[in-house]
């Protein structure tokens, strides 16, 4: 199997019936030995089903993640553990206020 080219393959399929018909292009992927449970666990569909589906749901989900990553970071940089005894505020304008000395009116 030509790794490389199965994943530029699969990263250049518009639909997933082109992913199926890559796949069953691959010996190697109809073999079951060769495929293990995401994150080593059977039970695990919280996780793949949390991906959005269409563009403007993934859009606005990565968009949220983006603004927990700057959060977590500031946290962090002022030294507090987010799953600590003492966590940042929980309401995200207060800690966009807290942290980076944003407000709303500075926008």
């Given amino acids: 199997m030509d790794s490389k080219k199965v994943c530029l393959s699969l990263l250049a399929a518009e639909s997933e019936l082109e992913v199926e018909k890559i796949l069953a ?62 966590p940042p505020p929980p309401c995200i304008k207060r800690s966009t206020t807290s942290f980076i000395r944003c407000t709303a009116e500075s926008w």
Avoid: C
């Fill in 25 to 86: 292009s691959v010996p190697e992927m109809q073999d079951s030995k060769n495929w293990k449970p995401l994150d080593g666990r059977e039970t695990n569909f919280n996780v793949t089903s949390n991906q959005a589906s269409d563009g403007g749901k993934a859009l606005t989900e990565l968009m949220t993640n983006m603004v927990d990553a700057v959060l977590l970071k500031h946290a962090y940089l002022k030294s507090i553990d987010p799953k600590g005894k003492k």
